[in-house]
């Protein structure tokens, strides 16, 4: 954030008269995700950019800095609890290791749909949770979304846990989502987003599983042969701020941010809205097997035993009262 230089630079000039001028001072966040400008989260980064500007008159600028080139998102995490990052459009894969209480999100066969997320998310326990990730030198300022996720691999369609057996499958750095596919029987290699791609196309794994949006965003058709629509968790993400930026910040300014991100949050669902619709026949059309007809259940019965990552900490009432949610 510049802005520490121009009040200054300000104030110095204003000395000894009311800072009036403070709220015309040009202001300007930077605002990271690992994703390409052109996918569900650029359009929600875009989204962000235009009504700040908007509602603040100007008087605030953010800028872009998509695909990963901040680093990958538990980089970007940490880099907004030290300042050197003011926003970040994050999955929650990473959070968890930050904010151990949103793990409760990430488990498997959680979510029934995506009405069932967002009423989860747009509600008291998604409410709940941003002030969770407040406690941890965090300011969570919306949830937005990343999609149901679905394994890819290069070595053979998926259609059964035994097909799992053995292969190389990058996740994220999470804890559930790793105990899970070693439940399910793969081999489970946690890596940073940014580091997939060449990962993939140089065999260091044999497979990932992400979202349709994250696909198509990164092009995964021309180093993934296989995609088996498991939707074996739902992969929230969520708009962060730093504690730094934020604490800086007027009521007013803030109620500018929410209304950003409102906004950002809204775009980044209609694109993801948009490429489920398009889904399978965009995979095909790009060269990739579709396997469809996925029987979930053996999967979720061997998944589930990664809950305890969370229950045993946390216990059973935050996963009851989500799957009561309507
Ligand atoms: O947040 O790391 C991942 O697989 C995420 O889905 C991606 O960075 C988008």
Redo the contacts with the bound molecule.
């Keep these: 954030m510049k802005r520490t230089i121009i009040g200054l630079a300000a104030a110095t000039a204003l000395a000894g008269t009311a800072l009036t001028g403070a709220a015309q001072a040009q202001n300007s966040v930077t605002f990271g995700h690992?994703?390409s400008s052109q996918s569900h989260y650029g359009v929600g980064a875009q989204a962000f950019i235009e009504t700040l500007a908007e509602v603040s008159g100007g008087a605030w600028t953010a800028t872009e800095a998509p695909a990963g080139q901040l680093g990958g998102?538990r980089d970007m995490i940490e880099g907004l609890q030290i300042g050197s990052l003011d926003l970040l459009l994050?999955?929650t894969?990473p959070l968890g290791n930050f904010v151990p209480e949103v793990y409760a999100l990430d488990l498997p066969f959680l979510f029934r749909d995506y009405d069932h997320a967002r009423t989860t998310l747009d509600g008291e326990i998604g409410q709940e949770l941003l002030e969770s990730i407040g406690a941890h030198n965090l300011v969570g300022l919306a949830w937005s979304e990343?999609g149901f996720r679905h394994v890819t691999n290069s070595v053979r369609p998926v259609t059964s846990p035994d097909d799992l057996d053995g292969l190389k499958l990058r996740t994220?750095e999470n804890r559930v989502h790793m105990a899970a596919f070693a439940e399910m029987g793969a081999a489970p290699t946690p890596m940073a987003?940014p580091e997939l791609f060449s990962a993939l196309q140089q065999g260091v794994v044999d497979g990932q599983e992400?979202p349709i949006t994250?696909i198509k965003a990164s092009n995964f058709w021309e180093v993934q042969d296989y995609v088996s629509l498991t939707g074996h968790v739902y992969?929230p993400?969520v708009l962060l701020v730093s504690p730094l930026v934020w604490d800086g910040l007027s009521d007013e300014e803030q109620g500018w941010f929410r209304e950003a991100a409102a906004a950002s949050v809204a775009a980044t669902r209609a694109e993801v809205n948009r490429l489920e619709e398009a889904g399978v026949a965009l995979l095909r059309e790009n060269g990739m097997e579709v396997i469809t007809d996925i029987d979930k259940a053996p999967f979720r019965a061997l998944a589930e035993a990664a809950y305890s990552v969370y229950t045993d900490q946390y216990g059973t009432e935050m996963v009851e009262r989500i799957i009561a949610v309507e």
């Design positions: 690992t994703l998102e994050t999955s894969g990343n994220m987003f992400n994250v992969s993400a």
